[in-house]
């Protein structure tokens, strides 16, 4: 299947804000009090929120990726 190249454009650019948006929240979550318990361990609510990121930038990548495949393609 060929995709129209503003299809492409739109899946780059959703893939490259997740990548820079991602990262700025997991600062925000880091800093958060919730985010480590009284000897500094990681917390479920740190936990959850960085497999979120990350599962969350993964997709973005692919997202931009498939972007790029189908703008080269």
Request: avoid cysteine.
């Amino acid at each position: 299947m060929e995709l129209p190249a503003i299809l492409a454009v739109v899946l780059i650019v959703a893939g490259l804000w997740s990548l820079a948006v991602w990262p700025q929240f997991l600062r925000r979550v880091r800093k958060d009090p919730r985010s480590r318990d009284a000897n500094g361990k990681a917390t479920r609510f740190l936990t959850v929120h960085v497999v979120l990121v990350s599962i969350s930038m993964l997709l973005g990548a692919a997202t931009a990726a498939i972007g790029i495949a189908g703008l080269l393609g």
